[in-house]
Each structure stands twice: as structure tokens, then as C-alpha cells.
């Protein structure tokens, strides 16, 4: 079966990088999208961007354009998500998430996600 | 963007209860329109897509529906496994958005 595993917990300093990883078991990795999302503390979640496994193909949201890189490495079924110059708002869990297309330009929903990574960011 | 805004924000019930969270979008987005479960420490869960299509392995007392702006999600008789909190998520267009989430709580 389908499973999403993430790299554990971080805890980083204000203007420092962040990099999270999501290791995909169950399926042939480069058929699908992986996206991500996050959800700080009280907050809804948020979607972030997504990653074609395939060819490499990124997509995100215009809040985090100028601050995250996708990457995978397809021997390894592993998707990445680095953040940067983290500030105490950045505070949240991450989740990665298969995304499945439905047709055309529409966007993904998300049937199996990972456990997801608390990234804490303080001085 | 589509703003997305769920009714109620926490929701007090007993096993057994039928239980209806409402999802209105500030737009029409058809039917695509995702539910999902989440539970602290744990993978999120996908029960619902196209706004009424169970996903596999869900349980059938789990309903969807709706389209254009408003949508129901129903639990038909709520089971102890069903305390979680509840989102909506639009994919009608970029970016995706999802709602402020529902709280189902022990009564």
C-alpha cells in the first residue's frame, strides 16, 4: 500500500533553511505529483506547491515562490521541500501528499499524505 | 482566490448522532471539492472528492454533497474513531485552498 514517509522534527534559527523529506513507498514514484502543505499552529492549511515526480515540473502558491525549492530524486522515490529564510511564522507542521489529476488545468486533491514534520522556528 | 468557509468551526455530538458540516465557497467551483479527516499525530485521511465520491476504504455512514458554492459533508452515525477535525479543499482553480476546519468533539 500507498505510504508517505517524512524526515523527523527541526528546530531552526530565524534566517536559517529548512529542508524536509517525503519517501514514497507503494506506487511507481514518477507517475504522480507530490504537493505540499502545511498547517501553523490555530491556522487552516495552506497549500504550498507541487512537484511532478516525473520530469521535475514545479508549480506553488505566489506566497511561497521566492522562498521554497522542490526536488526529488527518483532512485530514491524522495520528494523535498526546502524552505528558507524561516521566520517565526513559518512555525508549523509540513505535510507532503500525493496529489491525483483529475483533467486540464485543474488543480490536485490529495489522496495519501505523510505524517507530517514540525518545524519550529525561534531564536 | 477562492475563499473557502466552513460552518460549524467546533461541533459538540455523541455517538450515534447524525452530523452535517456545511462548506460554502466564495465562488462556484463546481464540483471539485475535496473533505478530508485529521487527526493530531497522524496522517491526514482523504473521505471524500468531487464533492460526493467515497473514497476507497471509507466507511459508508461518511456522505458528500453539494456543488457550485455549497457542500455537506454528513456522518450518519457518528463512531468513536469519528472524533477528528474536518476540511474542505477546493481544486476548481489555483491556488488551492482549504477551509478554516471543523472540530467534532465528544458531547
Known amino acids: 500500500q500507498v505510504h508517505l514517509v517524512q524526515s523527523g522534527a527541526e528546530v531552526k534559527k530565524p534566517g536559517a533553511s529548512v529542508k524536509v523529506s517525503c519517501k514514497a513507498s507503494?506506487?511507481?514514484?514518477?507517475?504522480?505529483?507530490m504537493q505540499w502543505v502545511r498547517q501553523a499552529p490555530g491556522q487552516r492549511l495552506e497549500w504550498m506547491g507541487w512537484i511532478n515526480a516525473g520530469n521535475g515540473d514545479t508549480r506553488f502558491s505566489q506566497k511561497f515562490q521566492d522562498r521554497v525549492t522542490l526536488t526529488r530524486d527518483k532512485s530514491a522515490s524522495t520528494a523535498y521541500m526546502e524552505l528558507s529564510s524561516l521566520r517565526s511564522e513559518d512555525t508549523a507542521v509540513y505535510y507532503c501528499?500525493?496529489?491525483?489529476?483529475?483533467?486540464?488545468?485543474?488543480?490536485?486533491?490529495?489522496?495519501?499524505w505523510g505524517q507530517g514534520t514540525l518545524v519550529t522556528v525561534s531564536s | 482566490d477562492i475563499q473557502m468557509t466552513q460552518s460549524p468551526s467546533t461541533l459538540s455530538a455523541s455517538v450515534g448522532d447524525r452530523v452535517t458540516i456545511t462548506c460554502r465557497a466564495s465562488q462556484s467551483i463546481s464540483s471539485w471539492l475535496a473533505w478530508y479527516q485529521l487527526k493530531p499525530g497522524k496522517a491526514p485521511k482523504l473521505l471524500i472528492y468531487k464533492a460526493s465520491t467515497l473514497e476507497s476504504g471509507v466507511p459508508s455512514r461518511f456522505s458528500g454533497s453539494g456543488s457550485g458554492t455549497e457542500f455537506t459533508l454528513t456522518i450518519s452515525s457518528l463512531q468513536p474513531d469519528d472524533f477528528a477535525t474536518y476540511y474542505c479543499q477546493q481544486y476548481n482553480s489555483y491556488p488551492v485552498g482549504f477551509g478554516q476546519g471543523t472540530k467534532v468533539e465528544i458531547k
Open positions: 501528499a500525493r496529489g491525483i489529476w483529475v483533467a486540464g488545468p485543474l488543480p490536485y486533491y490529495f489522496d495519501f
Open positions: 507503494g506506487y511507481t514514484f514518477s507517475n504522480y505529483a
